[in-house]
């Protein structure tokens, strides 16, 4: 994992993405990502904290880091 990627994922979200900011990252709409989350496809993993879901930013950098070395 590229420390280039989280140290931009951190800089620019903060410590976790909000469900809105990880939709926007991910070019897809909220209620998508959320009909993702149900059905287990999501490609980045959530968590719940006080009703509300987050993404931790390093696993929104592995994400995008897997996503270059696949299309490579």
Request: aromatic share 12%; with cysteine.
């Amino acid at each position: 994992m590229s420390l280039l990627t989280q140290a931009y994922f951190l800089e620019r979200y903060g410590p976790r993405l909000s469900a809105e900011q990880l939709a926007d990252v991910l070019g897809v709409t909220k209620p998508t990502l959320y009909n993702q989350i149900s059905a287990g496809t999501c490609p980045v993993k959530t968590y719940l904290e006080g009703g509300k879901r987050f993404a931790d930013y390093r696993d929104v950098a592995e994400h995008f880091d897997r996503a270059r070395l696949q299309a490579a």
